[in-house]
């Protein structure tokens, strides 16, 4: 009796999986301190005072009628498009080289993109601050060339931002899309270039529509790092410039406004998950594209 | 003719794609060589080509101790974290990479969804639970935080080793007599160690390097390195900083080595 229990519960005489009670302990850590952290965010939000004692959405109101907060959103939602827009333009082209490269060319390549990745963002960051500064390496450049007087102010500057974010978050978009093009059939290109097609065409017929799963799974994960990067966004983009995360930031610390902080956080999670949400939509589609082929 | 054409045609994209590659590769490994340098002026600015060379700033390094205690602590809490994240997240792996249950696919979304969610909302969210539930900040709750946002790397590492292990090698340790304790350890357990090890890896890197949860998490007395460096740069352009950068960047370029030697890290992230 006591042995019938037991198999069943494991699927009998099943020795190929495991019980899914190995993943209490963890499910259990992520109920306590993620789920409920998360419902108590929620809960505060829905709060029109600070000391969280009348419902009500004055919070979202505040944010939505709000024009300062709204173009808060509206520029972090567009420096992630122009960021993800770069790192795809420069990114691509990586991951090409990297399938039509020898095996030592390859762990050359992979180690060069994964070094900022692993590399603290801090760090990098500040690498930029060195190479955008008034006595940075371009400035320094162009002035030895004489092609400027006075030195260029890039830092604190969008294109620097960009350029920034760009650099750090080129892994994300490069990885998915070596996966990707890794799985594409060569001889597709080869019969398409047999059938009289030539080779940009080939790329814009056959490789991107193939990739177009590492594209989206990229453009995901380039996306919402970019949006969320508070250290770059505060350095590179200094005061001038305002975007959610530090938004959030000061609301929350400065400011002590936690009902409005929370509003702003869940205002951002469903900006971050409706993104999210629409190129895992438009990944189906191209998965549908790929396998119709 | 039209065959020349053609052979333009191949060339001129090749040499398109290769030198926006190259364009593009050098623009990622620039900045670090550029820090590396700079740490190494003899100056006082961050000007590039520094003026002169020497060691000065490595020395100042060495007695800045404000950096050296939020390195320390960010030491410490990455290396609970990590712990707690393999034990945690390596059992975790276990019960949801072969199961084909619907409990299994909702656990495996809710184990990666630190991954999507933006941290800073969680570090937000946690600090207000903390202090609801009368838990002081310390490197405890920070420990936790960082657990919870590194653990997903190791659940994604250690179920990626878990599909590709055969299952007939299970059924024929059990055939032969194993207990499943005894399969687990002398037959799963070694062939997917280098999973969870480059999980655990990320793991270390991500949480020494994280900043959204810390910046909630953290006050003067369980200072972060990321957040101290990132209030020294907000305050002065200080040339300190570039020596302690280059010290991590050329530590994450020999533990890179390490990780691509023991266990085959690029292959691993690209499979």
């Not at chain 1, 959610?244 to 469903?270: C, D, K």
């Not at chain 1, 998950?273 to 589609?285: N, Q």
Request: glycine content about 8%; aromatic content about 10%; charged content about 10%.
């Amino acid at each position: 009796m006591k042995s019938a229990t037991t198999a069943s519960a494991t699927a009998p005489g099943d020795v190929t999986s495991f019980s899914l009670g190995l993943a209490l302990p963890l499910g259990v850590v992520f109920a306590i301190f993620f789920v409920l952290p998360l419902a108590q965010l929620f809960y505060l939000s829905l709060h029109n005072d600070t000391a969280a004692t009348v419902w009500g959405l004055g919070q979202y109101i505040k944010f939505l009628s709000d024009p300062f907060s709204l173009a808060v959103l509206g520029s972090t939602l567009l420096l992630g498009a122009e960021v993800t827009l770069a790192c795809l333009v420069l990114g691509y082209p990586i991951a090409w080289l990297y399938q039509r490269s020898g095996s030592r060319v390859q762990t050359l390549i992979i180690m060069i993109v994964l070094l900022p990745l692993l590399t603290s963002v801090v760090v990098r960051t500040f690498a930029w601050i060195v190479i955008l500064g008034r006595q940075g390496i371009i400035n320094s450049v162009l002035q030895s060339l004489g092609l400027i007087g006075t030195p260029l102010r890039m830092i604190y500057t969008q294109g620097g931002l960009i350029a920034a974010l760009a650099q750090v978050q080129m892994p994300l978009m490069v990885l998915p899309l070596i996966t990707a093009i890794g799985r594409i059939d060569p001889n597709l290109a080869d019969a398409s270039a047999s059938l009289g097609a030539g080779s940009w065409r080939t790329f814009v017929k056959v490789m991107l529509p193939l990739s177009m799963p590492g594209i989206i799974a990229g453009c995901t994960l380039t996306y919402a790092a970019a949006i969320t990067a508070f250290i770059t966004q505060s350095l590179i983009g200094g005061g001038q410039m305002l975007f959610m995360p530090m938004y959030l930031y000061q609301q929350a610390s400065t400011l002590q406004n936690w009902p409005f902080a929370a509003a702003i956080s869940i205002i951002f999670l469903f900006a971050v998950l409706a993104i999210v949400a629409l190129f895992s939509m438009l990944g189906r589609r191209a998965r549908g594209y790929g396998d119709a082929r | 003719m039209s065959g020349r054409q053609r052979n333009w045609e191949a060339l001129s994209f090749q040499i398109a794609m290769t030198a926006i590659a190259v364009l593009a590769l050098i623009l990622i490994v620039s900045p670090s060589l550029v820090v590396v340098i700079v740490s190494f002026t003899s100056g006082f600015s961050l000007k590039f080509p520094p003026p002169g060379y020497s060691t000065r700033w490595y020395v100042e390094l060495w007695n800045a101790w404000q950096l050296q205690f939020a390195a320390r602590n960010s030491v410490v809490v990455a290396m609970w974290s990590t712990a707690l994240s393999i034990v945690l997240g390596v059992a975790a792996a276990l019960a949801i990479s072969r199961s084909k249950a619907l409990t299994a696919k909702l656990l495996d979304s809710l184990f990666m969804s630190p991954l999507v969610l933006p941290a800073l909302a969680f570090g937000l969210a946690a600090l207000m639970f903390f202090s609801l539930i009368g838990l002081p900040i310390s490197l405890l709750t920070l420990v936790i935080g960082h657990t919870i946002v590194c653990v997903p790397y190791v659940v994604r590492n250690t179920v990626a080793a878990l599909t590709q292990l055969e299952p007939t090698l299970l059924e024929s340790s059990a055939i032969l007599g194993a207990s499943r304790l005894y399969t687990f350890r002398r037959i799963v357990l070694p062939l997917i160690r280098p999973g969870i090890i480059s999980g655990a890896f990320i793991a270390f890197m991500s949480s020494f390097d994280n900043v959204p949860v810390s910046l909630f998490l953290r006050d003067a007395a369980t200072d972060m390195l990321p957040i101290r460096m990132w209030q020294d740069l907000e305050g002065k352009l200080d040339v300190t900083i570039a020596a302690l950068s280059s010290v991590l960047i050329i530590g994450t370029v020999a533990l890179m080595a390490i990780m691509e030697r023991t266990t085959g890290l690029s292959k691993r992230l690209t499979g």
